[in-house]
């Protein structure tokens, strides 16, 4: 079955500080790897995408990283802001096709406090 | 340049009615896809618009979802008749291609069937 599963739930973190969101998923066949960030009310914006061959791909503080052997992939957040507090959500392209079929994660709910 | 957009941003009706969603995707993007989060759940894909033609449908629920873009320019969403496990948000996302390329994705209508 093609699933998305991500870690933690939910993060707490205090601004300026680092942190790492993780992704594991089980979409075959792969075509890319997608993280969106989604802040209350609004939809999904994309932050990265990655194919099969990228294995890191950095988008000003986030940077995203990508084990296509493992089938893994991690969000990491740089001198976290106040505005980072959002939902962030993996997403993965089956390529199934002439098709694209998004398969979503959860996601994770990061809060940065003061 | 205008963003998708959608309307109504909420709507709260009575199980057995009807409700239409809107979505206006950017200008000259050819692809426009639906999505729906219920409430704990992922975001799921429901279907996919190449210009006015359904590309893929294979996400929708059942038949009392119809949607429709006539002329390949906004489209709608028809529930008909709503049953309480209807209720979540409905997203709608455009893009110029439909392989790697990005969706972007509106606020969202959140639906609520009573």
């Known amino acids: 079955k093609n699933q998305v599963e991500q870690s933690p739930q939910s993060l707490i973190i205090l601004e300026g500080k680092n942190c790492t969101l993780q992704?594991?998923?089980?979409?075959?066949?792969?075509?890319?790897l997608r993280w969106y960030k989604q802040d209350t009310g609004r939809g999904p914006v994309s932050l990265t995408i990655m194919t099969f061959s990228e294995n890191t791909k950095s988008n000003g503080r986030y940077t995203a990283t990508l084990d296509a052997d493992t089938k893994q992939s991690s969000l990491h957040i740089t001198a976290s802001q106040l505005s980072d507090s959002a939902s962030y959500i993996c997403v993965v392209n089956l390529n199934a096709g002439n098709n694209r079929k998004l398969i979503w994660g959860l996601g994770t709910s990061l809060a940065v406090n003061p | 340049e205008a963003g998708v957009t959608q309307f109504p941003s909420h709507s709260v009706i009575e199980k057995g009615q009807t409700v239409t969603l809107r979505c206006d995707p950017i200008s000259g993007h050819d692809n426009l896809y639906w999505y729906r989060r219920v409430m704990g759940k992922e975001i799921k894909f429901l279907l996919h618009f190449v210009k006015e033609s359904k590309q893929d449908e294979s996400g929708m629920p059942n038949n009392r979802f119809l949607a429709e873009r006539t002329g390949g320019t906004y489209s709608t969403l028809k529930v008909q008749p709503a049953e309480l496990e209807d209720s979540g948000v409905y997203f709608c996302?455009?893009?110029?291609?439909?392989?790697?390329?990005?969706?972007?994705f509106g606020p969202g209508t959140r639906l609520t069937v009573l």
């Open positions: 992704c594991n998923y089980t979409v075959s066949p792969f075509s890319n």
């Open positions: 996302a455009s893009s110029q291609d439909s392989g790697t390329d990005t969706q972007y």
